[in-house]
């Protein structure tokens, strides 16, 4: 039953995570366009928090910090807030209504599923909001209406996800997992990069390849073991694309870093490292001009994190 609008809360603030594709397999793409794939994420701890508030009508205003590019963020109607609210409201039968800011720490257009983790915690906020009691079960198949991410973004932990990643299954992860992540000052359009990746595979199998290893690493929590199973079929035609991305994963790992890799279609790179004090040590080096780094925005997270949760209300 949906709770009377004067008992609600004046607000619920949700936080959901960027999420990390440690293992991202692609197969060739089938009739419908789509590529199969086979992928193991992770969440880690770059969060946007997203707050709702009682309205009359519907807003949604975005905060980014000052090295993110507000230029790359969507325009109101196609944001993928909104398109999560009208799903919510259609399910339910009831107005799409309320105030929405979004304070992002997860880079935009980078290969983390920020603009998903937006979407998730959105559901679960307005699903509080307007006392609706969605079941995990609708939540879920909203969210991958919404897109391949988001589904994750809600469970969060490390996780399989196969069809275009949207059926998602908890899997064992018995470490602590520390990362250093280095964001690009400009985007890189996925459907770009699955069109090179057909380009330079066109002969890819029709099914991705497996995750054992990755999964079994996992398992271990040794970080050695997980930085020899990374995968990341999209990475070739990412650096095809964008040869710097290349040369600043050999960077990384010049730096110390276990592994480098590109984070989904990027164009985000990330460094596993062994412990705290590593990763620190890592994004020291790629942020001093003095030692040739040049990246003047570099991000340690730890993962895996929790999915969508609230975490405020008032």
């Given at each position: 039953?949906?709770?009377?609008?004067e008992?609600?809360?004046?607000?619920?603030?949700?936080?959901?995570?960027?999420?990390?594709?440690?293992?991202?397999?692609?197969?060739?793409?089938?009739?419908?366009?789509?590529?199969?794939?086979?992928?193991?994420?992770?969440?880690?701890?770059?969060?946007?928090?997203?707050?709702?508030?009682p309205?009359?009508?519907?807003?949604?205003?975005?905060?980014?910090?000052?090295?993110?590019?507000?230029?790359?963020?969507?325009?109101?109607?196609?944001?993928?807030?909104?398109?999560?609210?009208?799903?919510?409201?259609?399910h339910?039968?009831?107005?799409?209504?309320?105030?929405?800011?979004?304070?992002?720490?997860?880079?935009?257009?980078?290969?983390?599923?920020?603009?998903?983790?937006?979407?998730?915690?959105?559901?679960?906020?307005?699903?509080?909001?307007?006392?609706?009691?969605?079941?995990?079960?609708?939540?879920?198949?909203?969210?991958?209406?919404?897109?391949?991410?988001?589904?994750?973004?809600?469970?969060?932990?490390?996780?399989?996800?196969?069809?275009?990643?949207?059926?998602?299954?908890?899997?064992?992860?018995?470490?602590?997992?520390?990362?250093?992540?280095?964001?690009?000052?400009?985007g890189?359009?996925?459907?770009?990069?699955?069109?090179?990746f057909?380009?330079?595979?066109?002969?890819?199998?029709?099914?991705?390849?497996?995750?054992?290893?990755?999964?079994?690493?996992?398992?271990?929590?040794?970080?050695?073991?997980?930085?020899?199973?990374?995968?990341?079929?999209?990475?070739?035609?990412?650096?095809?694309?964008?040869?710097?991305?290349?040369?600043?994963l050999?960077?990384?790992?010049?730096?110390?870093?276990?592994?480098?890799?590109?984070?989904?279609?990027?164009?985000?790179?990330v460094?596993?490292?062994?412990?705290?004090?590593?990763?620190?040590?890592?994004?020291?080096?790629?942020?001093?001009?003095?030692?040739?780094?040049?990246?003047?925005?570099?991000?340690?997270?730890?993962?895996?994190?929790?999915?969508?949760?609230?975490?405020?209300?008032?």
């Amino acid at each position: 039953m949906t709770a009377r609008f004067e008992d609600l809360p004046a607000q619920f603030t949700v936080r959901a995570p960027a999420k990390i594709n440690l293992h991202l397999g692609v197969g060739a793409p089938r009739e419908d366009g789509y590529h199969p794939l086979l992928t193991v994420y992770q969440a880690v701890g770059l969060h946007d928090d997203v707050t709702v508030r009682p309205a009359p009508d519907w807003s949604v205003e975005v905060a980014v910090p000052d090295w993110m590019d507000a230029g790359q963020l969507p325009r109101l109607e196609d944001n993928i807030v909104t398109r999560a609210a009208d799903l919510l409201a259609a399910h339910h039968g009831v107005p799409r209504a309320g105030a929405v800011d979004v304070v992002k720490a997860i880079p935009v257009a980078g290969g983390m599923a920020g603009g998903s983790a937006d979407a998730a915690a959105a559901l679960v906020a307005l699903d509080r909001l307007w006392g609706t009691g969605t079941t995990d079960e609708d939540l879920l198949r909203i969210a991958a209406e919404l897109g391949s991410d988001v589904p994750f973004a809600l469970i969060g932990g490390s996780a399989l996800g196969t069809g275009r990643g949207e059926l998602v299954q908890r899997v064992e992860d018995a470490g602590t997992w520390w990362w250093v992540a280095v964001p690009s000052d400009r985007g890189l359009s996925t459907p770009q990069v699955y069109r090179h990746f057909d380009e330079l595979s066109p002969h890819a199998p029709a099914q991705p390849p497996p995750a054992d290893d990755l999964i079994a690493a996992l398992a271990s929590g040794v970080p050695e073991a997980l930085a020899a199973a990374l995968h990341n079929d999209l990475q070739e035609p990412a650096i095809a694309l964008r040869p710097e991305l290349g040369d600043l994963l050999d960077r990384g790992e010049a730096a110390g870093a276990l592994r480098g890799l590109i984070s989904g279609s990027g164009p985000t790179c990330v460094f596993l490292c062994s412990s705290p004090d590593h990763a620190r040590e890592v994004a020291a080096t790629l942020a001093d001009p003095d030692g040739g780094g040049d990246h003047p925005t570099v991000l340690v997270a730890n993962g895996a994190v929790s999915g969508a949760h609230l975490v405020e209300y008032a």
